[in-house]
């Protein structure tokens, strides 16, 4: 009898301790996606449907692309919305956006796509310097906002989308102010949460070798996408939705 109670006893400390282990598998389920430069959240509409198919919870954000702390308050109100952790995405130069807003206690982890992931002391323009792109210049405004040549938008932002949907998205830009690309993180939030990245190996806007620096010095877990644009977002939905409910899975609030 004695050894039945503690078989017993070891059983049920077994049972707890696999209850635990499914409570803590459980995935985050609020997805908040947030846009990069010269873009609106609209281009998230692939991930977005894959992503509430599978049953998450999916908000966009519309930053304004006016200044980095205007974005990064915009990111943090709808962080602030969710009813749970977050897993907190970033495309290009969203990826500084939640690099700061990142550091709120309902963010569980980051997933940068084709983003910077920059840190102290650097900003996107000094990075840019010691890792070329090869894209063309932007156009600038006089008032100190960037946009992308119509004419350069498909080959050097979405070389892999159709070229009617490229000539739409070129005409439908968010100009962008310059002064985002200058823009300081003192404390980025991927180096105290965990983090997955996408590279985009095709990219022309971000160097690829820099993406593979960040995600390198972050420790996230990376992927790469052969042929992939700068819009890889886009052109490989798929891709992207898999790597941001892997990092639901795995991140632990």
């Given amino acids: 009898m004695k050894l039945n109670k503690l078989t017993l006893a070891a059983g049920m400390l077994l049972a707890i301790a696999g209850g635990a282990a499914q409570v803590q598998a459980q995935p985050v389920k609020n997805i908040v996606l947030v846009h990069g430069a010269f873009v609106g959240g609209a281009g998230w509409r692939p991930v977005y449907d894959r992503l509430t198919r599978d049953g998450y919870k999916v908000t966009l954000v519309q930053e304004p692309l006016t200044g980095f702390p205007e974005d990064v308050t915009a990111t943090r109100r709808i962080i602030d919305q969710q009813n749970g952790p977050v897993i907190l995405v970033g495309h290009s130069y969203g990826g500084a956006i939640i690099s700061e807003a990142g550091n709120d206690s309902k963010v569980a982890g980051l997933v940068y796509i084709a983003a910077h992931a920059l840190d102290n002391g650097e900003t996107e323009a000094s990075n840019g310097k010691k890792f070329p792109n090869s894209a063309h210049s932007f156009a600038k405004s006089s008032d100190g906002y960037l946009t992308i040549a119509p004419e350069n938008y498909h080959s050097d932002f979405a070389a892999d989308l159709p070229a009617a949907q490229a000539d739409f998205e070129a005409h439908a830009q968010m100009p962008t102010n310059s002064a985002v690309f200058t823009a300081n993180i003192p404390d980025p939030a991927w180096k105290t949460k965990p983090s997955w990245y996408m590279v985009a190996k095709a990219d ?17 877990h990376t992927v790469e996408i052969a042929g992939a644009s700068h819009s890889v977002y886009q052109s490989h939905p798929d891709d992207v939705a898999k790597l941001i409910e892997q990092a639901a899975l795995h991140a632990q609030p």
Avoid: F, N, T, V
């Fill in 204 to 220: 022309k806007i971000i160097s690829p070798d820099l993406e593979r620096m960040y995600a390198k010095r972050a420790h996230s």
